[in-house]
């Protein structure tokens, strides 16, 4: 069975600070990962992915996300937030040759100004 | 929200009633994926479709069934609603074969209050 653990419900961070938000997944065979953002009253919206290649993976609106093998983590980071990136955050994975997405709890990233 | 609609987007109804959910799409796309979002618990999957009249069950389908006739239509039908079925509905699709790193779009949602 494959499972998502986002060990934080809440994040806060002053605008213009780093921003992390903490990912582990546990899975069979090979991991993909994803990022999704929840703002209010909407549905959610596609971050970033990581299929297989580079561990730093690029996604929108300055967000990256570090995948680590032997850690089992997805980390999502952002080097400056903004109030703007205020939103819930789900992290996802499916293992390979399934396409059943596992969602964490989700993580509510609060960034004041 | 990527050419996905969902219908109704809020319901209010009564235990015992029976609810249809409707999710349409406009991107072609072969799989779609009903979710309901709780807090506390992520998102969960209630049921699939890969392809017109295939469909098959997530983690949490008890109480639930689904159809889908035509590419562009997924229904999610709460044959006899309960509370505990009271949650915000997502709609989900995806493109590419199974097992490969394609991302789900998502609708918008329906707020669906059993009382």
């Known amino acids: 069975a494959q499972s998502v653990a986002q060990p934080e419900d809440q994040v806060n961070v002053a605008e213009g600070n780093p921003l992390t938000v903490k990912c582990t997944y546990s899975v069979s065979g090979n991991p993909y990962l994803f990022w999704y953002v929840q703002y209010p009253n909407r549905g959610l919206q596609f971050l970033l992915k990581y299929i297989t290649g580079d561990n730093l993976v690029k996604g929108s609106y300055g967000f990256e996300a570090e995948f680590n093998k032997s850690q089992t983590s997805f980390h999502l980071k952002k080097p400056s937030a903004l109030v703007s990136d205020s939103a819930l955050y789900f992290c996802a994975v499916r293992g390979g040759g399934d396409y059943k997405l596992s969602f964490g709890a989700g993580t509510t990233v609060t960034v004041r100004a | 929200d990527a050419g996905i609609t969902q219908s109704p987007r809020h319901k209010v109804t009564e235990t015992g009633t029976p609810v249809t959910l409707r999710c349409h799409q406009t991107e072609n796309h072969r799989y779609m994926y009903w979710y309901r979002q709780d807090p506390g618990h992520g998102l969960r999957l209630i049921h699939y479709s890969y392809g017109v009249k295939d469909t098959d069950k997530g983690e949490v389908s008890d109480g639930y069934s689904v159809s889908r006739s035509k590419t562009e239509d997924f229904l999610l039908t709460l044959e006899s609603a309960t509370s505990s079925q009271t949650s915000v509905y997502f709609c989900?699709?995806?493109?590419?074969?199974?097992?490969?790193?394609?991302?789900?779009?998502f609708g918008p949602g329906t707020r669906l209050t059993v009382l």
């Open positions: 989900a699709i995806s493109a590419g074969l199974a097992g490969t790193g394609n991302e789900q779009f």
